[in-house]
């Protein structure tokens, strides 16, 4: 299986659930102060390969959640 058709399998699940929900999702305080401290230290004096990996998982949730959240969109205006 292609990794972006897995991806979009995953996409599809989330978004078709609750669109409203998925629309509503924020991720928590502590959440974006852990994520921008990461990229903070990654510009500046640089990440560990255990927290550069932490980072790598951050952005994927992100473009996944940003590719349901676009998705739940379209159901919604359907």
Request: charged share 35%; no cysteine.
């Amino acid at each position: 299986m292609q990794p972006n058709k897995a991806y979009d399998e995953v996409v599809e699940f989330i978004a078709s659930s609750s669109p409203q929900n998925v629309i509503a999702f924020r991720p928590s305080e502590e959440a974006k102060a852990r994520v921008a401290d990461l990229i903070f230290r990654e510009k500046t004096e640089g990440l560990s390969d255990e927290e550069k990996s932490e980072l790598d998982h951050y952005m994927q949730i992100e473009h996944l959640m940003r590719l349901a959240k676009a998705r739940a969109h379209e159901y919604l205006g359907k």
